[in-house]
């Protein structure tokens, strides 16, 4: 007999899998059209306008929610985090709702075996049940940046160089 919870889990996934797939395909859009990313991006453009760009590059039969969801993100002007909201999506999917998601932002493209150790530390901290999203942002200059739910460690290099800069202004 199968245990409840991976019932629950396969039709949640389920149920979440249209919006995944229509957000993975307007996330093909953007990428491979940077005009419509401008277009949906520029403020002097109506609402109604960049919904209108949204809708039409959605795949046929995408729900009007999803609809009004990806509209909501531009409208936001949140539009550069929308791969991040899609691969938060897709950690939920696969593990459900209640999945802590921790993301790993370094300055560099980490390797599989550097991938592995961060998934094995992190594991050991928080348990099994998360998904480790890794991330690359060149500003942070080196170390890490690392955040579960409304907890953020940093230890970037950035952060350090202002933290010492403020300290010796305060001086």
Same mark, same amino acid.
């Given at each position: 007999?199968?245990?409840?919870?991976?019932?629950?889990?396969?039709?949640?996934?389920?149920?979440?899998?249209?919006?995944?797939?229509?957000?993975?395909?307007f996330?093909? &859009?953007?990428?491979?059209?940077?005009?419509?990313? &401008?277009?949906?991006?520029?403020?002097?453009?109506?609402?109604?306008?960049?919904?209108k760009?949204?809708?039409?590059?959605?795949?046929?039969?995408?729900?009007?929610?999803?609809?009004?969801f990806?509209?909501?993100?531009?409208e936001?002007?949140?539009? &550069? #985090?929308?791969?991040?909201? =899609?691969a938060? =999506?897709?950690?939920?999917?696969?593990?459900?709702?209640?999945? #802590?998601?921790?993301?790993?932002?370094?300055?560099?493209?980490l390797?599989?075996?550097?991938?592995?150790?961060?998934?094995?530390? =992190?594991?050991?901290?928080?348990?099994?049940?998360?998904?480790?999203l890794?991330?690359?942002?060149?500003?942070?200059?080196?170390?890490?940046?690392?955040?579960?739910?409304?907890?953020?460690v940093?230890?970037?290099i950035?952060?350090?160089?202002?933290?010492?800069?403020?300290?010796?202004v305060?001086?």
């Amino acid at each position: 007999m199968s245990e409840p919870k991976q019932y629950a889990l396969a039709a949640f996934a389920s149920a979440l899998e249209p919006w995944i797939v229509a957000l993975k395909s307007f996330k093909d &859009q953007i990428g491979l059209m940077p005009e419509l990313f &401008q277009s949906l991006t520029n403020s002097n453009n109506s609402v109604a306008m960049r919904r209108k760009l949204v809708i039409d590059n959605l795949p046929d039969g995408t729900s009007e929610q999803c609809q009004n969801f990806i509209s909501t993100i531009v409208e936001n002007g949140d539009l &550069q #985090n929308f791969s991040t909201i =899609l691969a938060w =999506l897709e950690s939920i999917a696969a593990h459900g709702p209640n999945v #802590n998601v921790v993301s790993v932002t370094t300055s560099y493209l980490l390797n599989t075996e550097e991938k592995q150790h961060f998934l094995e530390k =992190l594991k050991g901290i928080h348990g099994d049940d998360i998904s480790v999203l890794f991330g690359v942002d060149k500003d942070i200059v080196g170390g890490v940046v690392v955040t579960i739910g409304d907890s953020v460690v940093d230890a970037s290099i950035k952060t350090q160089v202002e933290s010492l800069a403020n300290s010796l202004v305060s001086s």
